[in-house]
């Protein structure tokens, strides 16, 4: 079997440095996860391997013998490929000639698209992928998991000896993530070696037999995932020990803050729920339950069919988010880039956008307290950055969905919704977003948590509702919060 | 000053350049450039397209865009002088014809905002209709003898400044202040941004799309008046390919056509690039055939400069 090593690796930007000799070995038939924060080094090591950057120094070698990688083609001419985080597909085109791009050459025939052996092939992939859909259709029409097999299959048409795995089950459901793994064990099988990366530590545990952290750029350790713990990780991860992934403070929840009767809309069917101040609240479900859906309703996104919204009691009546942002209800949305953030805007701004109006004469952006709001939240939620004229884009993850956060908090809310405010943020990041959270419990706000992350949706809810197929199939109070539980109503079963 | 050098900077490193590079070979080339008599001259023949410019601004900083507003200002113009030829008074038929322009604007406004089309073909559709309207409206003739009176807007002067520069003086200070230091502005620019986002956070996205074709058809009429002023007539064939002017002299000054980015100075900049190329050109007696060509390469340098500065950050 091949062995791929890479052996003191150095790579640095402009005087700072990235990675500062960094060791990855992985051999085929392995799965190596590749584990560390926002920053550590993983993309700049694995954008050395796949040949977009060249190392300052060190080497890499395959079977003993070392490979140039100078360039992107040199790595494929290895039998090197890279599944991006985020999917480089064409929606608009058929899920076929998304196959078709970059593989020209083996589906021309005297010039012409050879369409009726594109379609036998594509066909045979997606049978090996377990994907049942048909290749004429448009690639836009798949869901986000089923793309992202079309992204493996991609790399899979090529004679691959090494895959590298970027955070691919970031957007799948449960169901979905099983189907990944059973591909990965398949293409283990084959041979193939496969360094995964991924936030998520207990998928960790089912998918890698090894485990390689990086921290600040540097080799932390490998070891094996039979014998270490998450505890260990996330400790070698951060540099030091955290004591409990989901802190919990204990309140006396009061009065209710949100009552939700019997909404329903075109996604969802006679919701009911409510939650008090002082209280997080947990809305689960699998991918597309309706989870979103109801934060949707609940903040003037989605019109109500029937049903009624009543904060402190009062009946509210949202036909936009300008509505529900009056009222006090924010929503924190699961879609950063495209949905909370303006990524070229300044800190400033876009703390500042949902709250322009409480600070204005005469229409005019009162500046001096403008840049106050922004230098407390900066402050208030420990923004990493150096000043708040910084673009939000050039943040990282954890940062932007601070930012996120403030510019809902700057509005004062009554009830905070945040839907999955964890995604895409590293463990350190995560802890303040969890710290934040019991704040604002003990501060007597309502919180309604979404999440997929099933341990973080039980470990810091109260209590947690549990939908399926757009209705709610039950709660799970404080003492029954287990994930069995959980699931068997998320699949629509009884508890 | 340093605030000020930091934004030329960031915004408008190529189009200053290129302002500068231009000023500087006509001031050597002819004598004639760099007298009061000439600039005096430049920002009269650059007020029309600087107004529309203006306006255009604000609907390209939502992502939009505007091509009707040749067409507005040509049926502004007609309705204004058609009046007056009626023996309405000057100022009634030019707040009628404004009003017009407000109108003309706010259709299109309520196709993009309202109706969900796509800017660039309800208003490369507006642009035919108002140009029909506009032929049906004057039987295809100019419309002579306006007063007196009306013809001092556009050729009089105060202070030794055309009256029309005052008038693009004002409008430009009016709409940088709206842009840059009010919260329509600021949603104006966030629109452009990434409207998802902005609807989220609670900014009232179709009106605000509305609006600014209001602004963009209103601003058109006012360069139509000051046209017609100027010419003493309304023609029915004026303002044909104004449009493109106006989108030049944005994107010349920084303005991204994707929306959310670019400054109302750079505008200004930019209609002061296209006026001193034709004025240098014709002070230089270039034959006209060459004028045109000359002039799309100095645009493309210019924005190739930007480019560049762009790529680099």
Redesign the interface.
């Known amino acids: 079997m091949a062995l791929l090593e890479m052996k003191g690796i150095c790579k640095g930007f402009s005087g700072v440095k990235v990675l500062q000799g960094v060791d990855l070995q992985v051999s085929g038939g392995e799965v190596v996860a590749l584990l560390g924060e926002n920053g550590a080094g993983k993309s700049t090591l694995m954008k050395i391997l796949t040949g977009v950057y060249v190392a300052d120094a060190g080497q890499i070698a395959i079977d003993g013998e070392t490979v140039p990688i100078k360039a992107i083609h040199d790595a494929q001419n290895l039998g090197i490929e890279m599944i991006y985080q985020e999917l480089n597909l064409f929606p608009n085109l058929s899920v076929a000639e998304n196959f078709l791009i970059g593989h020209e050459d083996e589906f021309r025939t005297l010039g012409f698209v050879n369409y009726p052996l594109l379609y036998k092939k594509v066909a045979e992939t997606m049978a090996t992928l377990n994907l049942n859909r048909d290749p004429k259709e448009l690639l836009g029409g798949l869901s986000v998991g089923e793309q992202q097999l079309v992204e493996i299959g991609k790399a899979l048409q090529k004679d691959v000896r090494f895959l590298i795995m970027d955070e691919p089950t970031s957007a799948l459901s449960r169901a979905e993530t099983e189907r990944l793994f059973e591909i990965v064990r398949s293409l283990k099988d084959k041979g193939v070696g496969i360094i995964y990366i991924s936030h998520r530590l207990e998928e960790l545990f089912t998918v890698a037999d090894r485990v390689t952290v990086l921290r600040d750029g540097q080799f932390i350790a490998t070891v094996k995932t039979e014998e270490t713990t998450e505890r260990e990780l996330v400790a070698l991860m951060v540099g030091r020990d955290i004591e409990e992934r989901y802190p919990h403070v204990e309140t006396t929840p009061t009065e209710i803050v949100l009552r939700a009767e019997q909404l329903s809309t075109q996604f969802v069917h006679e919701v009911s729920l409510e939650v008090k101040a002082g209280e997080i609240v947990g809305l689960g479900g699998l991918m597309g339950s309706g989870r979103t859906e109801v934060a949707r309703a609940l903040?003037g996104?989605d019109a109500l069919k029937s049903g009624q919204i009543i904060l402190e009691g009062r009946k509210l009546s949202l036909r936009?988010?300008?509505d529900?942002?009056?009222s006090g209800i924010a929503?924190v949305?699961e879609d950063r880039k495209?949905?909370?953030?303006?990524?070229?805007?300044t800190i400033r701004?876009n703390l500042?956008?949902?709250t322009?109006?409480g600070r204005?004469r005469w229409?005019?952006?009162a500046?001096q307290e403008e840049r106050e709001n922004a230098e407390h939240w900066v402050k208030q939620l420990r923004v990493k950055t150096p000043t708040i004229e910084q673009a939000v884009q050039n943040l990282s993850g954890g940062n932007q969905q601070k930012v996120v956060i403030g510019?809902w908090l700057a509005c004062n809310p009554k009830l905070l919704i945040m839907d999955e405010p964890t995604r895409g943020v590293d463990v350190g990041a995560k802890q303040e977003i969890y710290q934040l959270m019991n704040q604002l419990k003990s501060e007597g706000k309502a919180v309604l948590l979404i999440s997929s992350d099933l341990p973080e949706l039980l470990g810091m809810s109260d209590r947690v509702y549990v939908m399926h197929e757009g209705v709610i199939m039950g709660e799970l109070l404080s003492g029954e919060m287990e994930q069995e539980a959980f699931m068997r109503l998320a699949t629509g079963g009884e508890v | 000053m340093e605030r000020i050098i930091k934004t030329i900077k960031r915004y408008h490193l190529g189009p200053t350049i290129g302002l500068f590079i231009l000023i500087f070979i006509l001031s050597f080339a002819t004598a004639k450039f760099f007298t009061f008599g000439n600039l005096r001259n430049v920002a009269l023949q650059i007020s029309v397209n600087a107004l529309i410019a203006v306006g255009m601004t604000f609907v390209i900083l939502t992502a939009g865009i505007d091509l009707s507003v040749g067409s507005t200002l040509a049926l502004s113009a007609a309705l204004a002088s058609q009046l007056m030829v009626g023996h309405v008074s000057p100022w009634l038929a030019v707040i009628a014809a404004l009003a017009f322009g407000g109108l003309a604007g706010a259709l299109n406004g309520f196709f993009v905002a309202y109706a969900g089309l796509a800017p660039f073909i309800v208003t490369l559709g507006t642009m035919t209709l108002f140009r029909g309207m506009t032929e049906i409206y004057t039987n295809g003739m100019p419309i002579f003898n306006l007063p007196q009176e009306f013809a001092k807007f556009g050729t009089g002067t105060f202070l030794e400044i055309p009256i029309p520069v005052w008038v693009m003086a004002l409008v430009f200070i009016t709409a940088w202040v709206v842009l840059h230091?009010?919260?329509?502005g600021?949603?104006i620019?966030?629109i452009g941004?990434?409207e998802?986002?902005?609807?989220?956070?609670?900014?009232?996205v179709k009106r605000y799309l509305l609006s600014v074709y209001v602004v963009s058809g209103i601003l058109a009429s006012l360069a139509g008046i000051i046209l017609a002023s100027r010419l003493g007539s309304a023609e029915p064939t004026a303002g044909v390919g104004y449009e493109l002017d106006a989108i030049t002299a944005v994107v010349l000054g920084g303005t991204s056509l994707a929306g959310?980015?670019g400054t109302l100075v750079g505008t200004l900049i930019g209609a002061l690039i296209l006026g001193i190329i034709d004025n240098g050109l014709n002070l230089l007696n270039v034959n006209s055939f060459y004028q045109d060509a000359v002039k799309g390469l100095i645009i493309l340098a210019a924005i190739m400069l930007d480019r560049k500065k762009s790529s680099a950050r």
């Open positions: 903040s996104i936009t988010p300008i529900a942002i009056r929503l949305t495209n949905e909370g953030l303006h990524l070229p805007f701004e500042a956008l949902p322009l109006d204005s229409g005019l952006i500046r510019k | 230091r009010t919260i329509a600021r949603r620019y966030a941004g990434n998802r986002v902005s609807f989220l956070a609670g900014v009232p959310g980015e």
